[in-house]
């Protein structure tokens, strides 16, 4: 059963992936509709002012392990490892229904084996007889840290977006300086305002294409993360209450969605209600 406690494997996350394309392609097909063409925003010197601009100012306003953690983090915008709440669930009643019936020591061998380290940990806490109030309260402590570390990782991309506009205007400022030494030759006066601003496009589209999007994408990455954390937790406090395995299900259903969610509930309770007594209390 432990073998079974792995995360799901990346898959690309269409909705970011879909979300990039038809913003780039409005932008382009509209930049092309009104008579515009592709080279003309297309400035390397801008992109550098812009981008490089604004990693410092992250460098400098961010601790280097945040700054890491979050470039780490970046890979769950693109690519989603999201597994289902199902196969969880469907693991944490079958460590129930082995305590019921060996008692939590039953389940020492099965926690040496699971891979998740948070549901290691929380079985193991419950294997060694940790006190129930006790084992929740570690776990919601862990829970509230590994949320803190992903706020603070999202903010990383939250601070990139409030910089890179400003970074952009910088762009565009340098860019009207030389335009300024050219005021005889109004031909090239009207070419280099139009590259000036450039960099305030770069700015402004990558702020919100890319940085804030993504600062949004792993806030909810990291919701569903805890709430799996929350469902790992009410699980084994369950199966220390030593709760009938299909109460606890009961229980865990509440994290899972949609019409799916309300047929496993409704299932799991003509289940319960269809059960002898003497069945309930096995």
């Known amino acids: 059963m432990a073998e079974n406690t792995k995360k799901a494997?990346?898959?690309?996350?269409?909705?970011?992936?879909?979300?990039?394309?038809?913003?780039l392609g409005c932008i382009i097909g509209g930049l092309t509709l009104e008579g515009g063409k592709?080279?003309?925003?297309?400035q390397v010197t801008a992109a550098m002012i812009v981008l490089g601009g604004t990693l410092g100012a992250v460098m400098v306003s961010t601790p280097m392990h945040v700054l890491l953690g979050a470039a780490k983090r970046f890979s769950g915008v693109l690519m989603d490892n999201t597994a289902p709440y199902d196969d969880l669930i469907e693991e944490m009643i079958g460590y129930a229904t082995k305590a019921r019936k060996q008692g939590l020591v039953g389940l020492e061998q099965e926690a040496l084996g699971i891979n998740d380290p948070f549901l290691r940990k929380a079985l193991n806490l419950a294997?060694?007889?940790?006190?129930?109030?006790?084992?929740?309260k570690m776990l919601e402590l862990e829970i509230g840290m590994l949320e803190h570390h992903a706020d603070s990782e999202a903010k990383v991309f939250e601070n990139a977006g409030g910089f890179a506009p400003t970074i952009g205007i910088i762009g565009a400022v340098l860019g009207l300086i030389q335009v300024m030494k050219n005021l005889a030759n109004i031909d090239e006066v009207g070419h280099g305002i139009a590259v000036a601003f450039v960099a305030t496009i770069y700015g402004v589209a990558v702020s919100n294409l890319v940085f804030l999007p993504a600062a949004a994408k792993m806030k909810a990455r990291a919701k569903t993360e805890t709430q799996r954390l929350e469902l790992i937790l009410e699980g084994v406090c369950g199966i220390v209450e030593g709760l009938n395995p299909k109460l606890i299900r009961q229980k865990l259903d509440a994290f899972t969605h949609g019409a799916a969610a309300h047929k496993s509930a409704a299932s799991a309770q003509n289940s319960a209600e269809?059960?002898?007594?003497?069945?309930?209390?096995?």
């Open 127 to 136: 294997v060694d007889g940790t006190d129930l109030q006790e084992i929740r």
């Open 9 to 23: 494997g990346a898959k690309p996350d269409l909705a970011s992936i879909a979300g990039i394309v038809v913003a």
């Open 38 to 42: 592709i080279k003309d925003i297309a």
């Open 274 to 282: 269809a059960g002898s007594p003497a069945e309930a209390n096995a």
